[in-house]
């Protein structure tokens, strides 16, 4: 209500006690912040409360002056009447002076607060006029206070006792903690008992700790929300700053206060920041709480408030003044006090409260609340998996077989994201690794914890979120993993092996148990433990000797002499061949099991163009990544073959793994197993599982070789197997050259696919052309994609190879070409149901054949090829196939010309000395005899190649 004049009733609801004879009192509210009336007490004056000053000097209490505070503090939040009898100071400075009775109603109950202060000796009578505080000499009101004054000072109340010394009642304050972590560290997890002195805004606050030894002023900050504040225009921030730390409330000066806050520029407001901090004020504003100190920002303390009505964090957050924020919730400590608040502010988004008046809820939003999106295997938020896991990935993922559809499905961990690669340079990228596993820091230790608590282990995970595949990006399901009762991702990060994602404040899409999380990261920073150490990182100087024959060589008899030895499976390339690390000798090599053959797997080629697998390939291979992937093993190295793969024995479990796939049917054995001490074992597998036509046995014959060749008619659907192609010899086949590489391999289109190649070109110019034209630039597929492509005014099917700035290297899997496509208008996403076809052209090698070493020799090779059988019809056959590639006899049709052979005969090949097993069986010994008499020809002769000697390691 306004104030007019002199001799008014003011009704209102106390606000703040500034001292024994100050306070302030407000209106009611109406649509917004009430009015408010800086008050003083008549004829009284109350001992002086101490303060910190801007200036950073300190005032002590007056004796009884906090018992004055005290006294009159019991009237906060209550209706009280004040009468007005003096008005002080100007507009928006005015101070009123009278007598205030701490009720409205009844009238006969009411108690004259003046003269109870002086009763019981809390406050003193100002018997002289002026200034507006004291009373007309003479008068009853002063004749009144006088007795009473005197009674007190006779019954040695308040600070006219005799018998208390003063000293005992004057406040040991703290006015600045100069330590606040060890402040926090000392009473962590303690409720103590303190006052809400000021509220700088809904969740800043200014408090006062009383302690055994002393009152500690502390700037405290709500944990797990964040509100509306006030921004100071930046000339004032520093003076702000130092009266919040050192103010109190205390109104020694209350004009002088005033006056310098109207000459101040107003803070601005956020929204909503008035009515949060209102809202505070009224409910907590000196009264008694009891707080819990949880952890430390900047010079503030951060912790949550207790009060018997409820919890002020989670009513802020319900009614939309405030906002949950990750950087602090993990420290909430109360008891399911974060989840309560997760929850509250979802209730805020659905209702459009106040901060979320404009929230929209995405299809990607509520990773914790519900999801919208599936998976590609149908899997959406809330869905529950069972199953055991099979495989873990660098740090944050894993796959699992479920228990109910046996499918395999790949998880991430929610929320979690793994260790990262050093700090970012000058121009703020990171350093490239080529093996993260090892070269970023405790990204090694973060797989090894994952690896040996989940491998082979039965889990429970709840789906959080999926986030949809993109075009830079995969699909991601992220999932709460359950071991037992532990949550795997919390004790990760637990152990600093990872850190927590941080989200906005409207992204859900997080774990159910993030708070969880946070918490636990919280824990992680406190004991500096992994990522969060200042100290050195662990480092893992291992020599990875894949594809370094030289340097695998030099290892081979330091891995021969330590026998059989402990090893970690890496990878599983097929049922026959590992990616091993052994720890002994700090290597990771490639190791293929010796004395057994099994079934392919589908796999890419050179030419990106996809060799579909053999029957049970893929089955053999899920046999041993469940029996062996990232396990521990033994493993038995007897020798190296020349592109650096050791051939040895791989034990699961003190089991030959070899015995253990032909036992099952998933290999069989191979003639160099003859030597073998395990020759027998495997030999009885093998009978016993030819006995019981298990897998490979059910479908396939064996050659003279040992090779399990299938009974299917070809290598895809309605496709026989040819002699470019791989499978039995079927003798030369019609064909053209249509490309030869610098390596001397080369493509080629057999004269038997015309009509298939006619088709496909029909198809795709209807597709492409007349039925679904392709927008220029709407598609643009990733390296590794199959796609179309314009190449001489006719649309091919291509495989990317590469992309740069000169455009896409694709090669067209169809022709055997390989080309830079930079104009967007010529790529198209190829149609479905174009994609299964084999690819049409093939790539071969001269059988028996190694290009020279120079390259000028190999350009003369190239030249000599291209005028031989370049566009000319000729006929391939197969002789023999390794690592996917089919190693043929090409012979130019019209002249009769063997391609290698002329290449021999001029000096510019030379003869592999130590061919794949079985390649020299047949008519390939034939061949291989003829190929090394034209070579002994070019050698004498000194051709080329030769003109120096013999440039060929002993190996070679």
């Not at 310098?260 to 209102?278: D, G």
């Not at 819990?292 to 989670?314: D, M, P, R, W």
């Not at 989200?503 to 159910?512: E, F, L």
């Amino acid at each position: 209500m306004a104030v007019s004049g002199q001799n008014q009733l003011l009704r209102g609801t106390v606000k703040l006690i500034l001292s024994g004879d100050s306070l302030i009192i407000r209106d009611r509210p109406r649509g917004g912040p009430p009015q408010e009336w800086n008050c003083g007490l008549t004829s009284i004056q109350a001992p002086r409360l101490g303060r910190r000053l801007a200036s950073g000097e300190v005032t002590k209490d007056e004796p009884w002056a906090y018992e004055s505070r005290e006294y009159l503090r019991r009237l906060v939040g209550k209706e009280v009447l004040f009468a007005c009898e003096t008005i002080v100071g100007g507009t928006g400075n005015k101070k009123y002076y009278g007598v205030l009775y701490d009720r409205v109603e009844p009238e006969s109950e009411r108690v004259n607060m003046n003269e109870a202060l002086v009763r019981e000796g809390l406050a003193e009578v100002r018997r002289t006029g002026g200034g507006g505080g004291g009373g007309p000499s003479g008068s009853d009101q002063m004749n009144q206070l006088g007795a009473l004054e005197d009674q007190a000072k006779a019954d040695g109340k308040g600070k006219w006792s005799q018998t208390e010394p003063a000293a005992n009642h004057v406040r040991n304050v703290v006015w600045k903690v100069d330590n606040p972590r060890l402040f926090v560290d000392s009473h962590k997890q303690r409720p103590l008992n303190a006052i809400i002195e000021h509220v700088r805004d809904a969740c800043t606050y200014r408090v006062l700790i009383a302690l055994p030894d002393a009152y500690y002023s502390v700037s405290f900050m709500l944990s797990g929300v964040k509100s509306p504040t006030f921004k100071q225009p930046q000339q004032q921030q520093q003076q702000q700053q130092q009266q919040d730390d050192g103010n109190t409330g205390d109104s020694a000066e209350p004009g002088t206060q005033q006056q310098q806050q109207q000459q101040q520029a107003q803070p601005i407001a956020e929204p909503y920041a008035e009515e949060a901090k209102f809202f505070v004020e009224a409910r907590l504003l000196q009264r008694n709480v009891r707080l819990v100190l949880e952890t430390v920002s900047g010079q503030s303390v951060v912790g949550s408030v207790l009060h018997t009505n409820g919890n002020i964090a989670e009513i802020l957050v319900q009614e939309g003044l405030a906002r949950c924020v990750d950087w602090s919730m993990g420290v909430v400590s109360q008891p399911g006090a974060a989840v309560k608040l997760r929850q509250a502010e979802r209730d805020a988004k659905k209702a459009r409260r106040r901060l979320w008046k404009d929230y929209v809820e995405t299809a990607g939003s509520g990773g914790g609340i519900g999801h919208s999106n599936k998976s590609e295997k149908g899997l959406k938020s809330g869905d529950n998996i069972e199953g055991r896991v099979v495989e873990v990935g660098n740090g944050d993922s894993l796959v699992v077989k479920r228990q109910d559809t046996g499918d395999y499905v790949k998880l991430f961990l929610a929320s979690i994201r793994p260790p990262r690669a050093n700090a970012p340079d000058a121009d703020g990228q990171r350093p490239k690794v080529s093996r993260p596993l090892y070269d970023i820091p405790y990204m090694f230790e973060a797989r090894e914890f994952l690896r040996k608590r989940l491998i082979g282990k039965r889990i429970t995970a709840r789906v959080d979120y999926v986030q949809p595949k993109s075009p830079e990006f995969p699909e991601k399901v992220g999932a709460t993993v359950l071991v037992g009762e532990v949550n795997v991702a919390e004790a990760l990060v637990q152990k600093g092996l990872g850190y927590v994602i941080r989200y906005r404040a409207d992204d859900d899409n997080r774990s159910s148990a993030y708070d969880a999380l946070l918490a636990a990261e919280a824990v992680a920073q406190k004991k500096a433990a992994g990522v969060h150490s200042k100290k050195e990182p662990p480092a893992h100087k291992i020599s990875d000797l894949a594809g370094d024959p030289k340097r695998a060589k030099q290892f081979l008899p330091s891995l021969q002499r330590s026998g059989r030895q402990e090893a970690l499976v890496e990878f599983v390339a097929s049922a026959n061949r590992f990616r091993v690390y052994v720890p002994r000798s700090t290597c990771l090599v490639t190791l293929l099991l010796t004395g057994v053959e099994c079934p392919r797997t589908p796999r890419r080629l050179p030419n990106g163009s996809e060799e579909p697998g053999e029957p049970f390939g893929e089955e053999a291979s899920r046999f041993v990544k469940e029996l062996c992937l990232q396990r521990e093993v033994e493993v038995l190295v007897e020798a190296c073959d020349r592109g650096g793969n050791f051939i040895g024995h791989l034990f699961v479990d003190g089991e030959n793994l070899a015995v253990s796939l032909v036992e099952k049917g998933y290999g069989k054995v191979h003639f160099t197993a003859e030597k073998s001490d395990y020759y027998p074992a495997l030999s009885k597998a093998e009978e016993k599982a030819k006995a019981d036509k298990l897998n490979v046995w059910s479908v396939a014959s064996t050659t003279d070789n040992g090779r399990a060749e299938s009974a299917a008619s070809g290598p895809a659907s309605g496709q026989r197997k040819d002699a470019a192609g791989g499978g039995e010899d079927s003798g030369p086949l019609e064909c053209t050259v249509t490309e030869i590489r610098p390596d001397l391999s080369f493509c080629v289109q057999l004269a038997d696919d015309a009509e298939r190649r006619t088709r496909l070109a029909a198809a795709l110019r209807e597709e492409l052309e007349e039925r679904r034209p392709p927008v220029p630039g709407a598609y643009a597929p990733r390296k590794g994609d199959l796609c179309a492509v314009r190449f001489n005014s006719a649309w091919q099917r291509a495989r990317v190879l590469k992309s740069d700035s000169t455009g896409k290297t694709v090669s067209l899997i169809d022709l055997g070409l390989e080309k830079i496509i930079n104009n967007v208008a010529d790529i198209a996403q190829l149609p479905d149901s174009l994609r299964a076809q084999a690819p049409l052209a093939r790539v071969c090698r001269l059988a028996f054949s190694q290009p020279p070493p120079d390259e000028e020799d190999i350009q003369l090779s190239v030249e000599l090829m291209l005028d031989t059988v370049a566009n000319k019809p000729a006929t391939v056959r197969r002789v023999y196939e390794s690592d996917g590639v089919a190693y043929v006899q090409l012979v130019e049709k019209a002249s009769g010309v063997d391609v290698a052979e002329l290449l021999l005969e001029k000096g510019l090949l030379f003869i592999d000395r130590r061919p794949p097993m079985g390649s020299k069986s047949g008519k390939g010994g034939e061949l291989y005899s003829k190929y090394a008499a034209k070579q002994a020809v070019a050698f004498k002769a000194r051709l080329n190649i030769w003109r120096y000697g013999d440039f060929r390691d002993d190996d070679d």
